[in-house]
């Protein structure tokens, strides 16, 4: 039974930096892993990714601003974010699929198995 638990999401001044954690228990897969995130009124759209070599992709939108990461050992996803802008506040998801080698592949929704429940991520003018 797997279960993901994102945590950092916070109300933050445009410019600024935060850095969400997605725990992941019960997960035994080296498939994708990913951030989504869903503003209101707007489909959710895939952030960012990464797979079991390291390989990650990025939407446009946070190219050069975004980085994600992982942390094999204990199985927690990260999502580095700095140079915040308005635009980028959402509830922000993690999720992790069964499996999956190519990047920019894993920013699509359809591929994903298991969803956490969201952080919320506000970024003020």
């Known amino acids: 039974q797997v279960q993901l638990v994102e945590s950092g999401g916070s109300s933050v001044q445009a410019g600024g930096s935060l850095r969400l954690s997605c725990a992941a228990s019960?997960?035994?897969?080296?498939?994708?892993m990913g951030w989504f995130r869903q503003a209101p009124g707007k489909e959710r759209e895939g952030v960012a990714s990464?797979?079991?070599?390291?390989?990650?992709a990025y939407a446009d939108s946070v190219k050069g601003r975004f980085t994600i990461s992982k942390d094999n050992a204990k199985n927690i996803l990260y999502l580095q974010m700095n140079s915040l802008k308005p635009e980028d506040s959402a509830m922000y998801y993690c999720?992790?699929?069964?499996?999956?080698?190519?990047?920019?592949?894993?920013?699509?929704?359809?591929?994903?198995?298991?969803w956490g429940q969201g952080t919320q991520v506000t970024v003020s003018s």
């Open positions: 999720a992790a699929a069964h499996s999956g080698l190519w990047p920019v592949y894993c920013l699509r929704e359809s591929k994903y198995n298991y």
């Open positions: 019960g997960y035994s897969y080296s498939g994708c």
């Open positions: 990464i797979v079991s070599d390291g390989t990650t």
